[in-house]
């Protein structure tokens, strides 16, 4: 039992960090995972795209190949990593892009990541952050205080207030009906 | 053709920031890189590692069991990750801490890392940097522009001229004998 996660955009928006920090958010909650990312051709045509797999048990194979979640903050890498999905992956994409043929609609959560960052917390380049707090209430994934660990790890000293401030505007994001419909199968 | 990096120490020391770094500087200088780590009950027991792929092909297996590069930063995970090498790895460890059995002390580097950072860079948390100096320089990895770059991304606004300090001193600590005897091969 592994559930596999997969956050993409382009370079700058912070999915790399955004997968960290899930992965180290599961330590403190219990869990194993492993965290990987790879740098190539398409790194460098600017797709930037990072993993995490989440496990009860020692994980041993470490590859992503069809996940069961998708993170996408940009049409280019949405229009990509749609096309290799689980069956009934929940994709989770900034709603300013539009859905590429062949995901499900009732599956997906077009959300306003990266207004909110911009407008509601007031730095656009915490939409990393927001979104790490949707994909948590969404997927229904770790307590608050292991959550707040995984993030405090990564930022600079004298930032928690704002990244604070973004965990709860991605999390206000996501009502109860959908942290009941995309809840995470249990591990 | 594959060369597998492991990069291990205790939870603070920035081993997986050095694994990352390296995995960026190979971007820029052209390579394909994965950069992971698993988080679970070493990470729980204070243990740290984190791994680097390189490669010139697209890297479709991306565990590292026996890799050809290992840094250990403390005695535990040199112990430990002293049992999984592949023939021939060079085993770089600060010099505090004592090559256990099995490993060929002509293919071992133990050099003032630790001590470095500590007394010429003035500050021990540049450790990471002056082991990817000394790593860089002993394996004949990257241009230096390139690892700049790697290492550019992840530093806070102000800090260049600690960090390149840190990187010159770690690269001064490997000889012109070393930095022939280490080299990594072709890729």
Redesign the interface.
Known sequence: MRYEMRFSGSGGQGVILASVIL??A??ADGL??????????E??GGLCRAETVLSRE??????VDRPQFLLALTQASLDKYAQSLAEDAVVMADDTLALPAGVDPARALRLPILATARDKVGKIMTANIVAVGAINRALGLFGEEALREGVRRHI?AGTEELNWKALEAGTALIGDEAAGRFRRPAL
């Open positions: 992965a180290e599961a330590v194993n995972a492993v965290q990987s990312q790879a740098y190539g051709p790194a460098r020692q994980i041993w194979y470490t590859k600079p």
